[in-house]
């Protein structure tokens, strides 16, 4: 693999990340002590899926991977938190699951963003193309999350 | 602002911008404040005070109390008792504990009710047991309080909540829930005022449990995914991100903006827009 797309793969799986993970400073006025790790990890409650035999033209073998990382929690424990993902032959994250529940989640969404009729929907834009001083609900990405994902790379790339 | 400080503190990463940077001392005295506010009020720490309510029925919070609480008064009465410092033990019971064990105990518990409890000077009193958690506006009001204490323009980032002491107005990008990287709006915060944000996404452990309970039900809440809130009061502008969840809240100093999970907006004040 070429340095540019490991990066390139890199900047995908870390906002990947915060799609599912990011760990809003929201409100956590009574607050964790040490952040040292996450503060979103879930359970994946799906059998351990392996990868598939994949197509040979890619960079990564194609399938499902799943990995556990490990972070620290607030008072010292070491916790652990499942993340399964589908990657493509060419290193794309096409799918990632850390609650085992998100495809329900996603699809009850849409599922109401179609309900309720297009006109009233908020339509985001991109941060990067705002003129913009600061970000409200930004986000922390999660430990353990980025220590399965490494793992997962690391296999992928096998 | 050409200088950031920045560092890690109640769980959270905090940025704090100035034209010129913050002396040692100043520093010093900043990260003495926030330890003691983490050392009073955190309910993942077994030596905070706040612990002692697990077991004594009054307790001493300090000087910090009667500010804190007394938002929390008004957040009570105005969501009809949706909002409530005492849902501590329903997020440890759901699994939000300091372990980070995130996995949900059986069976439903109940939020002691926070009309219930009594503060004298600075004692709290409570009725029972309790697990007390002013997540929903400890870290506003902190942010609002390390400003006070910075002697010259600043900006207090606490990842979400923004406290604008810059001498101009900041352009603000309300994060959009579902993806970092995409804003569903901008907000205008002048010079003084505050900006607070939150989302039920973050902080999920499973794909129904999330950090903003009602207080009447100890449920996480469901039909906002996000909401945010700004004025010059950065406590009280943490506080109704919270409660815009349960309430419309909005005042003629504070706004507010929720987005539900069908991403409807509900606009109220908002000085700056809304993309739809």
Known sequence: MTPSTRRAYATLAASTALVTLAACGGDDGGGGAAPVGTSTPSMTTGPAASPSAGSADGEFTPGEYEAIGTYLSPDGQTQSVEVEVEIAADGTITDLDVDGRAESGNSEQYQGKFESGIDQLVVGRRITELQIDKVAGSSLTSGGFNDAIGQIIERARA | ?276
């Open chain 2, 1 to 276: 602002m050409t200088s950031a400080w920045r560092f890690e503190a109640i769980g959270t990463a905090w940025s704090i911008g100035t034209p010129d940077p913050i002396d040692h001392e100043l520093r010093s005295a900043i990260t003495s404040r926030i330890d003691r506010f983490d050392r009073t009020w955190s309910r993942f720490r077994a030596d905070a005070t706040v612990a002692a309510l697990r077991a004594e029925r009054s307790v001493d919070l300090g000087p910090d109390a009667p500010a804190i609480l007394g938002v929390y008064d008004r957040l009570f009465e105005f969501t009809d008792g949706a909002v409530s410092p005492l849902v501590g033990g329903a997020l440890e019971h759901l699994g939000y504990d300091a372990g980070y064990t995130f996995v949900p105990g059986r069976g439903p518990i109940r939020v002691p009710r926070w009309s219930d409890c009594r503060l004298t000077g600075t004692v709290l009193h409570v009725p029972g047991p309790v697990v007390l958690d002013i997540g929903a506006v400890g870290k506003g009001w902190l942010a609002g309080q390390i400003a006070g204490m910075i002697d010259q323009p600043c900006v207090v980032d606490a990842s979400g909540d923004i406290v604008n002491r810059s001498g101009r107005t900041l352009r603000v990008a309300l994060e959009d829930p579902g993806d970092p990287q995409m804003a569903i709006g901008v907000a205008e915060v002048p010079d003084g005022h505050a900006i607070c944000a939150s989302a039920g996404n973050r902080r999920r452990w499973a794909a129904d449990l999330h950090h903003i309970l009602d207080a009447r039900s100890a449920s996480p809440t469901r039909a906002i995914v996000g909401a945010w809130a700004g004025g010059p009061d950065p406590a009280w502008a943490d506080g109704l991100a919270t409660a815009a969840f349960f309430a419309d809240l909005a005042d003629d100093r504070h706004w507010t903006v929720t987005l539900d999970r069908d991403r409807r907006a509900r606009i109220r004040g908002l000085p700056g827009e809304v993309f739809s």
